[in-house]
């Protein structure tokens, strides 16, 4: 029972690369986000996606894009990486009504 | 514009004694609130919720209280145990849309033995 797997775990960027962070989850769960984490502060939506095909802004959407072809997979792509991009990112999905269920994150430095 | 608000940064609690993490939050709109914990380099994961029309929930050790004309909710553990010691974030949803979470800034529980 995989849950919800993103990779990669870590990474190290350029300024001015761009990459994508992959994540996938396994039980059928119609929304999916993405969140990064920066040291002391809490958990920021950067992106989220309420079914296949859907996809809107969360509160900390510059730099990043994201697409849904299918319910599974959530793939996040930093554009033009950045410093302030630096941070650990989750993704987690949910079904209606229902907790919130995380990846065990992906912490991306960019140098 | 903070909605959900921890503002104790951390905590530390002797094992066996109570552990009392609290959570201020300011739009009146949240349905649910929900407490996760987080161990260094893994993901958050659930520990317990609360629905906005109940005022208390129990499950083992932890129980969540929730005081809707202040706007506050805490989470009481008992007791304590050194394996209880990992970073709490209280958050804050509304059923239906887009079901976001809003999160706080978390509070570091350290549990001494």
């Known amino acids: 029972n995989a849950g919800v797997t993103q990779t990669p775990k870590f990474r190290i960027l350029k300024i001015g690369q761009s990459m994508t962070l992959q994540c996938t989850q396994d039980?059928?769960?119609?929304?999916m986000y993405w969140y990064r984490q920066d040291p002391g502060m809490g958990l920021k939506l950067i992106y989220y996606s309420v079914g296949a095909g859907i996809t809107d802004k969360g509160e900390v959407p510059n730099g990043y894009n994201v697409s849904r072809s299918t319910t599974e997979d959530f793939p996040l792509r930093l554009e033009l990486a950045a410093p302030s991009q630096t941070s650990v990112y989750f993704c987690a999905s949910k079904k209606l009504a229902g907790e919130l269920f995380f990846g065990e994150g992906s912490r991306l430095t960019v140098l | 514009d903070q909605q959900v608000k921890q503002n104790s940064p951390s905590l530390s609690v002797q094992e066996g004694r109570i552990s009392i993490l609290n959570c201020d939050y300011t739009?009146?709109?949240?349905?649910?609130f929900l407490w996760y914990k987080k161990y260094p380099a893994e993901g958050p994961t659930f520990l317990i919720s609360i629905s906005s029309i109940k005022d208390k929930n129990e499950d083992g050790r932890f129980t969540v209280f929730l005081n809707k004309s202040a706007k506050h909710l805490s989470l009481h553990i008992v007791p304590s145990q050194p394996g209880d010691s990992a970073v709490y974030f209280c958050a804050g949803g509304t059923q239906g849309g887009s079901e976001k979470l809003v999160f706080g800034k978390g509070t570091k529980l350290t549990v001494n033995p």
């Open positions: 739009n009146s709109m949240f349905d649910y």
């Open positions: 039980m059928n769960h119609n929304y």
